[in-house]
């Protein structure tokens, strides 16, 4: 991974460049952002950069055998450890390691939901495991092989939880020239101490116009299409290839549908939209949930007289105009609380049928009888 591969982020390019060529390469660290900043793309860049053997001014050659074994992520001195699904014939990250390494060059711009479909692990949770914890330490014990560092990128290391205490004396005190770098998205779910023992870097969410501009010039959109996708990404660069995605799926007619079915009430159509919703597949649920999320804050931007603020077209910029004018702002943050809710659920397995039918009635309490839904459990599977 070059940095000059890396969308955006200016910066902390500077900053990660600046303390090599200062020799002030800090031997735990944390590369701190949310999914779709690039945060673990700029680590593989970082690592790159470190062991590269005719180093530039700002990046790494690219051409020097280091710098083309990172390219296939098969050169020694550089390990990883991610969250995986245990199993029998899974017991550390290793089992996967192709489908990574296969994920990774593909788009380094990932998340677990992907990471998760790879391996076909719908209803499983990740998890770093003691034996994965034992494995870094191995690995981390091994002195360098052809490069002056060897690296370890340990991703998402929220999944380490109690575990990870076994990594605290080599986060303190690693072997000479080893560099650790944890790559996360949300510090209040890592063990304090191993905060304590990393320098933090903070990599914020992509601009909108990095999206607009990566949209235009790699995935050949119109510059209004482009600009209308990155404003309902938020800065995460994964949305915007998933929005994308859903420009061609049939989210936007399902999930219009199911609001015009709620808003009056219809029983049988609800009853029917539900049979087929339960049988879309986690993912599939999940990004219309997403998606209806996305759509109904549209409508608070008009409800709130920020229309200007919107960028949505034809279909969806009409729906949302005449949605509007059937709700209030309580109305329709009640709606984005049950989708957000009904989302998280998903991923923890609940019960689809259950859900969808649960949600919908909510859906016919806040639209019908405009009465805000009080909190709702789900059967999990």
Not at 28 to 38: H, T, V
Not at 152 to 169: A, F, Q, S
Request: proline content about 3%; glycine content about 4%.
């Amino acid at each position: 991974m070059l940095f000059r591969e890396i969308i955006g982020q200016k910066e902390v390019k500077e900053q990660l460049i600046q303390s090599v060529r200062e020799n002030r390469v800090s031997h735990a660290q944390l590369f701190l952002g949310p999914d779709g900043s690039g945060n673990f793309a700029l680590a593989l860049a970082y690592a790159q950069f470190i062991s590269c053997t005719d180093r530039q001014e700002a990046d790494s050659c690219g051409e020097c055998p280091s710098c083309r074994k990172y390219g296939k992520l098969i050169h020694p001195d550089l390990h990883f450890s991610y969250p995986f699904f245990v199993s029998k014939d899974k017991e550390t990250s290793l089992a996967d390691i192709e489908e990574w390494r296969s994920m990774l060059i593909n788009n380094p711009y990932f998340d677990l939901d992907e990471w998760r479909d790879r391996l076909d692990a719908e209803n499983k949770q990740p998890n770093i495991n003691t034996k994965e914890c034992l494995y870094i330490l191995q690995r981390l014990s091994l002195k360098p092989f052809e490069s002056e560092f060897k690296t370890m990128i340990i991703w998402l290391p929220e999944y380490l939880k109690n575990e990870g205490n076994r990594l605290l004396k080599t986060l303190e005190e690693p072997a000479e020239k080893t560099l650790i770098i944890l790559v996360a998205k949300n510090q209040d779910q890592i063990l304090n101490t191993i905060l304590s023992r990393t320098q933090l870097v903070k990599i914020p969410a992509l601009s909108k116009q990095d999206i607009v501009d990566y949209l235009v010039q790699n995935k050949n959109l119109p510059e209004a299409q482009a600009s209308r996708i990155a404003y309902l990404s938020d800065g995460n660069l994964q949305t915007a290839l998933n929005l994308l995605k859903e420009e061609e799926s049939d989210d936007f007619k399902i999930f219009s549908s199911w609001m015009r079915m709620t808003f009056g009430d219809k029983g049988s159509q609800i009853f029917e939209f539900v049979e087929s919703a339960s049988k879309m597949g986690r993912e599939n649920q999940k990004n219309l949930i997403q998606y209806g999320v996305n759509l109904i804050r549209e409508c608070i931007m008009i409800i709130s007289g920020a229309e200007e603020l919107v960028h949505l077209q034809n279909s969806e910029m009409d729906f949302v105009k005449n949605f509007s004018k059937h709700l209030d702002i309580a109305q329709a943050e009640a709606i984005v609380n049950e989708l957000e809710k009904a989302h998280y659920h998903i991923e923890r397995n609940a019960n689809p049928k259950i859900l969808f039918l649960d949600v919908s009635l909510q859906f016919v309490k806040i639209l019908k009888f405009n009465t805000l839904p009080s909190g709702t459990q789900y059967i999990l599977t």
